[in-house]
């Protein structure tokens, strides 16, 4: 489709774009100590995309843009995830004692323009966009985790995101260059063709191709080999953004993940039958077998020795990566409706754990876990929801989290006898993770004195420790709604242009 | 002389002499180049005069030195503008293929180029807003900020010999 008839199709990023203008506008008007209202024309910009999207038709899939970009159901689900994060995270900034007293309303329009940034990587469908989606995303991430310019570790965080996500885009892009070399052509519809047609002279070079887009796409999600930034930039950035870059982006590298080995490495109709067929020739279902099972053990054994919540948080967001990456080589509708399922559940759990942190830190002052020690007693509202997320993240019964590996482990189980040694090792990866997450609930609990200030945090912070923890128990006992929405939404864009 | 020429073959049209006549264009645009550039450079050695100095010499007068190791530490001042100076070269550069089927594509054309410098100028609004046109952003007393690590040394006896010099420069 021309670009002028795209137009129509683009309206909730073109709300998005128009909010980045208009916060930026807002930003040069407002003085230093008004500068956090932008966050309030954000969010009212924010709401406006998320409207604009629910009205666009559900099930409609078109290409856009000179068929470099695509509308499906697939992608409007994700664009729903990220709008909802971003709307969280800057409800979480306005209330974060770390960004008082500096400039925000830049930071604010930062966070807007990332969503752009990743309803482009959900949606694109052609190498070039690819790329430059993922860029858009990763420089705003560097500049966010680098915000609090004044403190050495947030300047740490940012030069190490720099140095990592300059050198992975580097081997991503060899990777798709060597990828259009093969093939002659950007479109990914297209190279799924070629790619079928090239003949066992070229499985090295499509091999060596995927480990090279492995290393960009698994640096943006987190997965073990290219997972080294991960801890230090969590650790030095602006809690909030933290949270923020343990959901979102994630789920942005996910999206294109799953499109893009789907579109490029499955024969068949993706998405259309309940299992198709992985190409011959080109190992990439066991290498991210291999990456998943690394990527959790390592995410696990390496968070048990964690003394800082957010270090903790990190190492376990790079442990969910690997159980969500466990669905990817699956190729089958099931497998794919767990990750999308199982990334909502996440994207409540996490956010909200971080939005415990945040109100700890404001509170009392600390990021250490031994100094939660009798938080539980302090403030019952703190102790009970901390818990609530930890079991969640776990995968304990009535919460959401275990609905979400539960789904994950049958699509494992049923993509055949192959996947049940992953399916294993996952199994064994949450009992570990078991104990650095009961961990926290015990310091809270059972260490410590036992004064009861009853501290109950203001208003907009114990709203969104609530608004998270409410669908984390919902959705583990009625999640019926969600499993709905999620299934109706498995579409991708298949045909060829 | 010459463009007396090409307007008195004008009315011949035929084909060899009309490719001529293009080629006696282009001629007379070339000669009117070098005339403007040649014109002045001849006019300022016959004008102007001339003192040189070592300073004048060189092949920077604005300062750099045209030798040395090339591991210098660069003001980020320069990066600055530098960035500034690509968005609207970008600029330029979509404004060239957009103003060659502008006739063709009309009122659409024109506000669609519009919002795009209109975001570009925000840009341009934006780091002037921010002080990143300034060359100097702030000037800081002497004794106070920046400089104020230069008074604590000189205060403290047990530090015999600090290069305050190198700090203030």
Known sequence: ?497 | MTIGVTINSLPVINSSTSMYRDFGTSFIFVLIGIILVAVPLLLQRILSPRRKTAEKMSTYECGEDVEGPAWVKFNIRFYVIALIFIIFDVEVVFLFPWAVVYKELGLFAFVEMMIFLGILALGLAYVWRKGDLEWVKYSVPYGRGRYRKLTIIEETPASPAPAPQETAA
């Open chain 1, 1 to 497: 489709m021309g670009n002028i008839q795209s137009i129509s199709y683009f309206l909730p990023e073109l709300m998005v774009i128009a909010t980045v203008v208009v916060a930026l506008i807002a930003d040069l008007v407002y003085s230093d100590r008004n500068s956090y209202k932008v966050g309030y024309l954000v969010i009212a910009g924010l709401v406006v995309a998320s409207f604009t999207l629910w009205l666009s038709l559900p099930e409609e899939t078109t290409p856009i843009f000179l068929n470099t970009i695509v509308v499906d159901p697939f992608s409007r689900i994700f664009k729903f995830v990220f709008l909802l994060a971003t709307f969280i995270v800057v409800l979480m900034s306005m209330n974060s004692d770390e960004l008082k007293g500096v400039r925000t309303g830049e930071y604010y329009t930062l966070m807007a323009a990332m969503v752009l940034g990743m309803s482009l990587m959900a949606s694109s469908v052609d190498l070039i966009m690819v790329y430059l989606s993922i860029e858009i995303v990763s420089i705003i991430s560097f500049i966010l985790a680098g915000y609090l310019r004044a403190q050495v570790r947030s300047n740490e965080a940012a030069l190490k995101y720099v140095i990592y996500g300059a050198f992975s885009s580097g081997l991503m892009l060899y990777g798709l260059s060597l990828l259009y070399g093969l093939t002659g052509t950007t479109k990914l519809f297209q190279l799924s063709g070629s790619i079928s047609s090239l003949g066992p002279g070229s499985n090295l070079t499509l091999t060596v191709s995927t480990i090279l887009m492995l290393a960009g796409f698994g640096y943006k999600v987190a997965i073990v080999p290219f997972h080294f930034w991960t801890p230090d930039v969590y650790e030095g950035a602006p809690t909030p953004v933290t949270a923020y870059l343990s959901v979102a982006p994630k789920a942005a590298g996910f999206a294109l993940l799953i499109r893009f080995f789907n579109t490029l490495f499955g024969t068949g109709q993706p998405l259309n039958s309940p299992v198709w067929q992985a190409m011959e020739g080109v190992p990439w279902q066991d290498i991210l077998m291999v990456l998943a099972a690394v990527t959790m053990t390592v995410g696990n054994l390496v968070a048990i020795q964690q003394k800082n919540i957010k270090r903790l948080l990190a190492y376990s967001s790079i442990a969910h990566a690997g159980y969500i990456l466990m669905g990817v080589p699956v190729l089958s509708q099931e497998g794919v409706y767990a990750i999308v399922f199982y990334i909502i559940v996440y994207l409540f759990m996490q956010l909200g754990a971080f939005s415990l942190a945040i109100v700890v830190s404001n509170r009392y002052g600390t990021e250490i876990i031994e100094e939660y020690s009798g938080i539980g007693w302090k403030s019952p509202y703190l102790g009970f929801f901390m818990a609530v997320f930890m079991f969640s993240l776990t995968g304990i019964p009535p919460t959401a989290g275990f609905i979400g590996k539960m789904y994950l482990f049958a699509a494992l189980i049923n993509g055949g006898s192959q996947f049940y040694w992953l399916a294993i090792i996952g199994v064994l990866n949450s009992v570990i993770s078991l104990y650095y997450y009961m961990r926290v609930v015990k310091v809270m609990y059972f260490q410590g004195g036992r004064e009861k200030d009853l501290y109950v945090p203001g208003g907009m912070s114990a709203a969104i420790v609530l608004a998270m923890a409410i669908p984390s128990i919902y959705f583990g006992v009625r999640w019926s709604f969600l499993a709905d929405w999620v299934n109706s939404s498995l579409k991708f864009f298949i045909a060829g242009f």
